[in-house]
């Protein structure tokens, strides 16, 4: 009897912290994805030569607030379910009121959360179409005046599918932070409506 009084927030508290890993995951993956457009790949495009980050992109930096702002909630909310645990309650939080008080701000985080995940999601399947586009319209042009792509766009190229691929991974990453704070809610109204 003790342990099945313990389940649910065992699994809650297990459930935090994999969304915890995923979330700092993401993070992490946002923060240090970068690429840099050198001088001679500047001259042939005609754009300006830089380091490009998340910081440039304002749907990345909205994938980072949210993965920090989730970071924040999530660290705040393991206590809850480790105290539930130690004192044997199936409910975390104690009461109703406040187990429900954490339940809505649960809502709340995984819609959040979820919106980061949409906004890395979107911005970088277009950008990566349009990237996609513009080297297909090189190799276009290389075809028809039977000449090479220069090395310069292909390194470039090369360069801009590593940085949407840890965009994509970044936002996969926190999509399934969403997923688990949606078993969270699951759990915790269970526990609410089971007494």
Not at 70 to 96: D, H, M, N, W
Not at 137 to 151: C, D, H, K, N, V
Not at 157 to 181: E, G, H, K, P, V
């Amino acid at each position: 009897m003790a342990s099945s009084k313990i389940a649910l927030p065992s699994a809650v508290l297990v459930l935090r912290l994999v969304t915890l890993a995923l979330l700092l995951a993401s993070l992490v993956l946002i923060s240090l994805d970068k690429f840099h457009v050198s001088d001679a790949e500047a001259i042939l495009l005609d754009v300006q030569a830089k380091e490009i980050t998340f910081k440039d992109v304002y749907a990345y930096r909205y994938v980072l607030a949210i993965a920090v702002a989730g970071c924040v909630y999530t660290l705040l909310q393991i206590p809850f379910a480790a105290v539930s645990i130690a004192r044997r309650k199936t409910r975390i939080g104690g009461s109703e009121g406040v187990a429900l008080l954490l339940i809505c701000a649960d809502v709340v985080f995984a819609l959040v959360i979820a919106t980061g995940a949409a906004a890395g999601y979107g911005y970088t399947g277009d950008a990566k179409r349009n990237a996609d586009y513009t080297y297909h319209s090189w190799e276009r042009f290389a075809a028809a005046t039977g000449s090479l792509i220069p090395p310069e766009v292909t390194q470039l190229n090369t360069d801009i599918r590593r940085f949407f691929m840890l965009a994509f991974s970044s936002a996969l990453l926190m999509l399934l932070a969403a997923a688990c704070m949606a078993l969270v809610i699951m759990i915790s109204v269970y526990a609410l409506v089971r007494r």
